[in-house]
């Protein structure tokens, strides 16, 4: 019974991605490429806490976003003039990244809760 619902979920899933792959390539045809999707980078995503739960957050071309959990998560990196890490500590296993944006008037965002061990990853990525 588990297994049939494992492969009833994986075809959803399946058919869904399809449907939307065919929605990005309709909609990104019908306006000549003036309006484009990005796609998240996976291999770059770590975990962390920029709400109450732990969740992916993924980069994209332009942003750092989980939109799988709710609230969802968008931060638009052309915005961003500084980030900080907090409490990296090797004797830690978690760290914080706080996001200073150009517009000093608007509030900070922090993610918290990063495992130590995807520091390296993202300071490439910040790069």
């Not at 975990?47 to 750092?64: A, I």
């Amino acid at each position: 019974d588990d297994m049939i619902a494992e492969q009833a979920e994986r075809e959803m899933r399946r058919k869904l991605n399809s449907a939307f792959k065919s929605f990005i390539e309709k909609v990104e045809a019908m306006t000549n490429n003036q309006i484009s999707f990005e796609k998240p980078v996976r291999d770059l995503g770590f975990n962390g806490t920029p709400f109450r739960s732990m969740v992916m957050l993924q980069p994209t071309t332009s942003c750092l976003i989980n939109i799988t959990e709710m609230p969802p998560f968008i931060l638009t990196l052309d915005q961003i003039e500084l980030v900080h890490f907090e409490r990296v500590s090797f004797h830690l296993k978690n760290f914080d990244m706080v996001f200073i944006f150009k517009d000093y008037t608007k509030k900070v965002v922090m993610i918290t809760s990063i495992p130590m061990n995807q520091l390296d990853q993202i300071k490439e990525w910040l790069k």
